[in-house]
Protein backbone atom coordinates (compact mmCIF):
# COMPACT_ATOMS: atom_id res chain seq x y z
CA UNK A 1 0.00 0.00 0.00
CA UNK A 2 1.09 3.77 -0.42
CA UNK A 3 1.81 6.07 2.18
CA UNK A 4 -0.68 9.29 2.65
CA UNK A 5 1.47 12.31 1.88
CA UNK A 6 0.23 15.39 2.72
CA UNK A 7 0.79 19.11 1.12
CA UNK A 8 -0.49 22.29 1.23
CA UNK A 9 -3.68 21.80 -0.76
CA UNK A 10 -3.75 18.16 -1.23
CA UNK A 11 -4.06 15.42 0.01
CA UNK A 12 -1.92 12.13 -2.12
CA UNK A 13 -3.70 8.41 -1.39
CA UNK A 14 -4.14 5.27 -2.26
CA UNK A 15 -6.69 5.11 -5.30
CA UNK A 16 -10.60 4.20 -4.14
CA UNK A 17 -13.23 2.38 -5.94
CA UNK A 18 -15.27 5.27 -3.92
CA UNK A 19 -13.28 7.70 -6.61
CA UNK A 20 -14.82 6.31 -10.01
CA UNK A 21 -17.24 9.09 -10.59
CA UNK A 22 -14.21 11.35 -10.06
CA UNK A 23 -11.75 9.84 -12.55
CA UNK A 24 -14.35 9.20 -15.26
CA UNK A 25 -14.95 13.00 -15.40
CA UNK A 26 -11.27 13.73 -16.71
CA UNK A 27 -10.42 9.78 -18.14
CA UNK A 28 -13.17 10.20 -20.46
CA UNK A 29 -12.17 13.43 -22.32
CA UNK A 30 -9.89 13.40 -25.37
CA UNK A 31 -7.77 16.60 -23.29
CA UNK A 32 -5.69 14.42 -21.14
CA UNK A 33 -5.15 10.73 -21.81
CA UNK A 34 -3.93 11.37 -25.34
CA UNK A 35 -0.98 13.91 -24.14
CA UNK A 36 -0.02 11.32 -21.25
CA UNK A 37 0.20 8.12 -23.53
CA UNK A 38 -3.30 6.43 -22.83
CA UNK A 39 -6.82 6.23 -24.50
CA UNK A 40 -9.40 8.02 -23.28
CA UNK A 41 -11.96 5.57 -21.18
CA UNK A 42 -15.16 5.02 -23.11
CA UNK A 43 -17.29 3.78 -20.34
CA UNK A 44 -17.07 3.71 -16.34
CA UNK A 45 -15.97 0.17 -16.78
CA UNK A 46 -13.34 0.84 -18.13
CA UNK A 47 -12.91 2.97 -15.21
CA UNK A 48 -13.48 0.31 -12.62
CA UNK A 49 -10.98 -1.49 -14.59
CA UNK A 50 -8.09 0.96 -14.06
CA UNK A 51 -8.66 1.70 -10.46
CA UNK A 52 -8.71 -2.09 -9.50
CA UNK A 53 -5.34 -2.63 -11.80
CA UNK A 54 -3.65 0.68 -9.93
CA UNK A 55 -5.04 -0.89 -6.50
CA UNK A 56 -3.37 -4.27 -7.12
CA UNK A 57 -0.03 -2.74 -8.31
CA UNK A 58 0.25 -0.40 -4.95
CA UNK A 59 -0.61 -3.54 -2.83
CA UNK A 60 1.53 -6.17 -4.79
CA UNK A 61 4.97 -3.85 -5.16
CA UNK A 62 4.15 -0.52 -1.89
CA UNK A 63 4.47 1.56 -5.21
CA UNK A 64 2.04 2.76 -7.31
CA UNK A 65 -0.59 5.38 -8.83
CA UNK A 66 -1.52 7.91 -6.39
CA UNK A 67 -4.97 9.80 -6.60
CA UNK A 68 -4.16 13.74 -6.22
CA UNK A 69 -7.54 14.76 -4.04
CA UNK A 70 -8.76 18.11 -2.76
CA UNK A 71 -7.77 18.62 1.53
CA UNK A 72 -11.21 20.58 1.30
CA UNK A 73 -13.23 17.95 -0.05
CA UNK A 74 -11.50 14.33 -0.76
CA UNK A 75 -12.35 15.01 -4.58
CA UNK A 76 -9.74 13.06 -6.60
CA UNK A 77 -8.75 15.17 -9.25
CA UNK A 78 -5.98 13.32 -10.82
CA UNK A 79 -2.92 10.86 -10.07
CA UNK A 80 0.72 10.68 -9.77
CA UNK A 81 3.27 7.72 -9.56
CA UNK A 82 6.72 7.33 -9.40
CA UNK A 83 6.84 3.63 -11.96
CA UNK A 84 9.35 1.86 -13.57
CA UNK A 85 10.89 1.81 -10.47
CA UNK A 86 14.08 -0.10 -9.40
CA UNK A 87 15.11 -0.10 -5.21
CA UNK A 88 17.75 2.43 -4.59
CA UNK A 89 18.23 3.39 -7.93
CA UNK A 90 16.02 5.33 -9.60
CA UNK A 91 12.01 6.10 -11.24
CA UNK A 92 9.76 7.40 -13.63
CA UNK A 93 7.38 10.20 -12.55
CA UNK A 94 3.97 10.01 -14.40
CA UNK A 95 0.89 12.75 -13.92
CA UNK A 96 -2.63 13.36 -15.08
CA UNK A 97 -4.60 16.70 -13.94
CA UNK A 98 -8.58 17.07 -14.65
CA UNK A 99 -8.74 20.08 -16.70
CA UNK A 100 -10.93 21.60 -14.51
CA UNK A 101 -8.21 22.41 -12.22
CA UNK A 102 -4.80 22.74 -14.65
CA UNK A 103 -3.01 26.09 -14.35
CA UNK A 104 -3.30 26.39 -10.40
CA UNK A 105 -0.32 24.49 -9.35
CA UNK A 106 -1.56 21.47 -8.37
CA UNK A 107 0.51 18.89 -10.03
CA UNK A 108 3.61 21.11 -9.22
CA UNK A 109 2.74 20.34 -5.20
CA UNK A 110 2.26 17.36 -5.79
CA UNK A 111 4.72 16.27 -7.52
CA UNK A 112 7.60 17.84 -5.17
CA UNK A 113 5.81 16.09 -2.46
CA UNK A 114 6.21 13.33 -4.32
CA UNK A 115 10.55 14.18 -4.82
CA UNK A 116 10.67 14.13 -1.53
CA UNK A 117 9.23 10.64 -1.15
CA UNK A 118 11.47 9.04 -3.81
CA UNK A 119 14.95 10.75 -2.59
CA UNK A 120 13.92 10.67 1.23
CA UNK A 121 12.19 7.16 1.73
CA UNK A 122 12.76 5.66 -1.11
CA UNK A 123 16.53 6.63 -1.65
CA UNK A 124 16.60 7.09 -4.86
CA UNK A 125 19.43 8.26 -7.12
CA UNK A 126 17.41 9.65 -10.13
CA UNK A 127 13.89 10.68 -11.13
CA UNK A 128 12.85 11.25 -14.96
CA UNK A 129 9.61 12.42 -16.47
CA UNK A 130 9.63 11.35 -20.10
CA UNK A 131 7.00 13.49 -22.27
CA UNK A 132 5.89 13.91 -25.70
CA UNK A 133 8.07 16.69 -27.48
CA UNK A 134 5.40 19.34 -28.00
CA UNK A 135 3.66 18.82 -24.27
CA UNK A 136 4.47 22.30 -23.25
CA UNK A 137 2.09 22.12 -20.00
CA UNK A 138 4.51 18.95 -18.82
CA UNK A 139 7.30 20.33 -19.71
CA UNK A 140 6.52 23.81 -17.72
CA UNK A 141 5.61 21.62 -14.62
CA UNK A 142 9.49 19.58 -14.98
CA UNK A 143 11.17 23.26 -15.45
CA UNK A 144 9.47 24.68 -11.88
CA UNK A 145 10.37 21.13 -10.02
CA UNK A 146 13.85 21.71 -11.31
CA UNK A 147 14.30 19.03 -13.54
CA UNK A 148 17.44 19.51 -16.57
CA UNK A 149 16.40 18.38 -20.07
CA UNK A 150 19.17 15.77 -21.02
CA UNK A 151 17.80 15.46 -24.61
CA UNK A 152 15.35 14.49 -27.55
CA UNK A 153 14.49 10.00 -28.15
CA UNK A 154 13.68 10.65 -31.72
CA UNK A 155 10.76 8.23 -32.33
CA UNK A 156 11.06 7.36 -28.72
CA UNK A 157 6.90 6.72 -28.17
CA UNK A 158 4.71 4.47 -29.64
CA UNK A 159 1.17 5.89 -28.66
CA UNK A 160 -2.16 3.20 -27.93
CA UNK A 161 -3.00 4.53 -31.88
CA UNK A 162 -0.08 3.69 -33.66
CA UNK A 163 1.22 7.52 -33.53
CA UNK A 164 4.79 8.00 -33.10
CA UNK A 165 6.15 10.54 -30.98
CA UNK A 166 10.26 12.11 -30.38
CA UNK A 167 9.97 12.27 -26.47
CA UNK A 168 11.34 15.10 -24.56
CA UNK A 169 13.62 13.39 -21.61
CA UNK A 170 13.69 15.54 -17.68
CA UNK A 171 15.93 14.46 -14.87
CA UNK A 172 16.88 14.96 -11.25
CA UNK A 173 19.20 13.52 -9.64
CA UNK A 174 19.39 13.16 -5.49
CA UNK A 175 22.58 15.49 -5.53
CA UNK A 176 20.60 17.58 -7.19
CA UNK A 177 17.16 16.97 -5.45
CA UNK A 178 19.60 18.13 -1.92
CA UNK A 179 20.86 21.14 -3.18
CA UNK A 180 17.35 22.70 -4.25
CA UNK A 181 15.15 21.34 -1.75
CA UNK A 182 17.32 20.94 1.46
CA UNK A 183 20.20 19.35 2.20
CA UNK A 184 20.58 15.89 3.79
CA UNK A 185 24.29 15.13 3.83
CA UNK A 186 26.53 17.86 2.01
CA UNK A 187 24.87 17.62 -0.86
C1 LIG B 1 0.71 18.47 -17.41
C2 LIG B 1 -0.31 18.75 -16.31
C3 LIG B 1 -0.34 17.58 -15.34
C4 LIG B 1 0.11 20.05 -15.59
O1 LIG B 1 -0.58 20.18 -14.35
P1 LIG B 1 -0.92 21.62 -13.70
O2 LIG B 1 -1.21 21.37 -12.27
O3 LIG B 1 -1.94 22.32 -14.50
O4 LIG B 1 0.49 22.38 -13.84
P2 LIG B 1 0.72 23.98 -13.74
O5 LIG B 1 -0.38 24.62 -12.97
O6 LIG B 1 2.11 24.14 -13.27
O7 LIG B 1 0.61 24.48 -15.25
C5 LIG B 1 1.61 24.08 -16.17
C6 LIG B 1 1.45 24.87 -17.46
O8 LIG B 1 0.25 24.49 -18.12
C7 LIG B 1 -0.20 25.60 -18.92
N1 LIG B 1 -1.60 25.83 -18.61
C8 LIG B 1 -2.15 26.38 -17.52
N2 LIG B 1 -3.49 26.39 -17.60
C9 LIG B 1 -3.80 25.84 -18.78
C10 LIG B 1 -5.02 25.58 -19.45
N3 LIG B 1 -6.18 25.86 -18.89
N4 LIG B 1 -4.95 24.99 -20.68
C11 LIG B 1 -3.77 24.68 -21.24
N5 LIG B 1 -2.58 24.90 -20.64
C12 LIG B 1 -2.60 25.48 -19.42
C13 LIG B 1 0.65 26.80 -18.57
O9 LIG B 1 1.62 26.95 -19.59
C14 LIG B 1 1.33 26.37 -17.27
O10 LIG B 1 2.60 26.93 -17.12
P3 LIG B 1 2.75 28.38 -16.39
O11 LIG B 1 2.33 28.19 -14.96
O12 LIG B 1 4.18 28.71 -16.56
O13 LIG B 1 1.82 29.34 -17.11
C15 LIG B 1 -1.75 18.93 -16.90
O14 LIG B 1 -1.68 19.94 -17.88
C16 LIG B 1 -2.30 17.66 -17.53
O15 LIG B 1 -2.94 16.85 -16.86
N6 LIG B 1 -2.06 17.46 -18.85
C17 LIG B 1 -2.57 16.28 -19.56
C18 LIG B 1 -1.87 14.99 -19.14
C19 LIG B 1 -0.38 15.10 -19.30
O16 LIG B 1 0.13 15.77 -20.18
N7 LIG B 1 0.35 14.40 -18.42
C20 LIG B 1 1.82 14.42 -18.43
C21 LIG B 1 2.36 13.42 -19.40
S1 LIG B 1 4.14 13.53 -19.47
Same mark, same amino acid.
Given at each position: ??????????????????????????????????? +?????? /? !???????? $????? %?? *????????????????????????????????? +?????? /? !???????? $????? %?? *???????????????????????????????????????????????????????????????????????????
Amino acid at each position: MLPVIETQRLILRNISIKDVHDMYEYASTDKVGPL +AGWAPH /L !NIHETIGV $ISMFQ %AQ *AYKTGLGVFAITLKENNKMIGTIELFNHYANFK +AEMGYA /L !NPAYWGMG $IVPEA %AT *ALLHWGFKELNLKRIEINLFVDNYQSERVCQKLGLKLEGIIRNGYMRYDGKIFDEKKYSITDIEFFKIYGNKQAA
